[in-house]
């Protein structure tokens, strides 16, 4: 099975994907523009929804001194891997934006929040954190652009790790009734349900269970065509 990955993949996953048969070819839609923002200060608690996010702040050396002694609030195992392995407490990590915001408001009511994020980036945290009358502070540190280019070969499946890739890809390109999709999680499906049916969603997103929802297809349909 041919795929397209819409970014740049780890070493690892690569290896894998290789590995089991798959011939791959890589291609990032989007780009990450860091912004240069002044953060003076930092609530106790801090949001990163993520890995751009905390990619940036932690190679920033102007933020990391303000990082240290905090309680993180994240989402997605990578996020999580980052911070800890900087040395920084994750209170919690969740598996989307919508579950955090839930798990925020319900225990941690009295807390006051900052969020490092990017200027394009999902509602739930500042909705939900806001209906609750939770404090919290927005601090913008990075944008996300298209990088989007036609692409002329055909490929059996397609894999999706964001909403801004699932854009960026359709602006120069269609789909074929030919081509599977395969989505690291539920916001990306939702946004790539807006020109396809055919798709597959990891059961949580991570590199592991990516590999697995391949592998499924790979072998209960398209090995049957």
């Known amino acids: 099975m041919r795929l397209l990955s819409t970014k740049l993949l780890t070493v690892n996953f690569k290896d894998r994907l290789v590995q089991k048969g798959f011939s791959l ?7 990450i523009k860091p912004l240069d923002t002044e953060i003076k200060t930092l609530e106790d ?21 303000k990082l240290e002694g905090k309680n993180y609030f994240c989402v997605g195992e990578k996020t999580k891997m980052l911070l800890t392995g900087n040395g920084l407490k994750v209170i919690k990590m969740s598996q989307n934006a919508s579950i955090l915001s839930n798990f925020i408001t319900k225990n941690h009511k009295n807390a006051s929040f ?5 200027i394009q980036r999902r509602p739930e945290i500042e909705t939900e954190l806001a209906k609750n009358k939770i404090p919290l502070s927005v601090h913008k540190i990075y944008d996300t ?15 999706f790790f964001s909403p801004s890739a699932v854009e960026s890809y359709f602006k120069k390109n269609t789909w074929t009734s030919e081509t599977h999709g395969f989505c690291i999680g539920s916001t ?11 798709f597959s969603v990891a059961k949580t997103p991570n590199e592991n269970q990516l590999l697995l929802s391949i592998h499924h297809y790979n072998t209960h349909h398209y090995a049957q065509k």
Do not use: M, R, W
């Open 145 to 159: 652009l298209y990088n989007s280019t036609v692409i002329e070969s055909q490929f059996d499946g397609i894999l």
């Open 45 to 65: 608690n801090i949001i990163i929804t993520s890995q751009n996010a905390a990619s940036l702040v932690l190679n920033n050396p102007h933020l990391l001194p």
């Open 188 to 198: 990306t499906a939702a946004s790539l349900s807006n020109f396809t049916e055919n």
């Open 114 to 118: 900052s969020f490092l994020c990017g």
């Open 25 to 31: 070819v890589e291609f990032p839609f989007i780009k």
